[in-house]
């Protein structure tokens, strides 16, 4: 019979760790993280959950991550003090072709059982079957959990804690009001939840807020995060220009002729106003740091309303300042 072809899915049948991640043995501690980071993120099991293999190949990188990126390890690998699970390596016993490890009596005359290879393999990861079986348990036995036990200690915990589940990217769209006083603002995830989001201050358009473990949680349940991108909502009162803000208000002929006292709106709600005699109504009114964040400034546009339905008195009072006080506004 033919030598059996090892099966890299098998936590049982360790590869040189070098190999596993596709490194050469002078690899720099970086050279070593970038492997394992592209592997696991290729054989991560939130992203294969029905592929066996991938999390064989999976557990296999974060084993062979987690001997490297240990310099004693490392170290006693290289010089072949330990093998790529971890063990030490023996000078070897006599007798019974008795392989890796083997202790005299065990498991008889000079061999060892199988509850001792799967002891010796298991302390090489120093963890234990899911589900609590003991190594070697017979019916019952758990399947290998590559995350439990010792291993969480090294690359596991950066394997389980530290490859949260994935981002999610939603929009906010505010109100300029709401911008300009830092409010909180509900916005819904694409689960259907409905989150309260304080705006940072004097938050810009574009701007993203971070929502630590509310993204879509790994099959651990350890969630990403909300990235809530922020958009203004266009106003029916105000235009935005950049930190500056412009409105308009309506006035009656009497007032832009003689002069009054009118409300504006404000981001800071609504303020009176001194309307000058004969305001001309081509140029804005200017109201100092009532723009945006206090930043900017409001410019208040008039816009002269004339009687609805028309009026004689006034059609005649036009024609006779027409005909007696003419003046230009055009060139033409």
């Known amino acids: ?110 061999g060892f059982s199988a509850e001792d290879i799967l002891k010796e393999f298991m302390s090489g990861f120093g963890g234990q079957p899911r589900g609590g079986a003991r190594p070697g348990g017979g019916a019952g036995s758990g399947q290998w959990d590559p995350f439990a036990g010792g291993m969480g200690a090294g690359a596991g915990a950066q394997a389980r804690g530290g490859m949260k589940g994935e981002d999610v990217v939603v929009n906010a769209t505010v109100s300029l009001e709401d911008a300009h006083k830092a409010a909180s603002v509900p916005v819904r995830m694409p689960t259907g939840k409905v989150l309260n989001v304080k705006l940072p201050e004097k938050v810009e358009e574009g701007q993203q807020i971070r929502l630590k473990g509310q993204g879509s949680p790994n099959a651990f349940g350890e969630a990403g995060d909300a990235l809530v991108t922020v958009r203004f909502e266009k106003s029916k009162v105000f235009r935005r220009d950049g930190h500056d803000v412009r409105t308009d208000v309506s006035v009656t002929l009497y007032e832009a002729v003689l002069g009054a006292k009118v409300r504006v709106p404000t981001l800071d709600g609504s303020v009176e106003l001194n309307l000058p005699p004969g305001v001309d109504t081509g140029k804005a009114l200017r109201l100092k740091g009532k723009g945006l964040y206090g930043d900017g400034d409001l410019y208040v546009n008039i816009r002269v309303v004339l009687p609805p339905g028309g009026d004689a008195d006034l059609e005649a009072l036009a024609r006779f300042m027409r005909d007696q006080k003419p003046y230009k506004v055009r060139e033409s």
């Open 1 to 110: 019979m033919g030598e059996a072809t090892p099966d890299p899915n098998r936590l049982d049948q360790m590869r040189d760790p070098y190999t596993v991640l596709g490194v050469p043995r002078s690899a720099s501690e970086k050279d070593i993280k970038s492997a394992y980071r592209k592997l696991a993120k290729k054989y991560h099991p939130d992203q294969n959950p029905d592929d066996p293999s991938a999390h064989g190949k999976f557990a296999e990188a974060t084993h062979a991550y987690d001997l490297l990126n240990d310099a004693e390890k490392r170290g006693q690998f290289d010089r072949g003090e330990i093998d790529a699970e971890g063990n030490p390596r023996f000078a070897g016993f006599g007798g019974g072709g008795a392989g890796r490890g083997a202790r005299p009596g065990a498991g008889g005359a000079g």
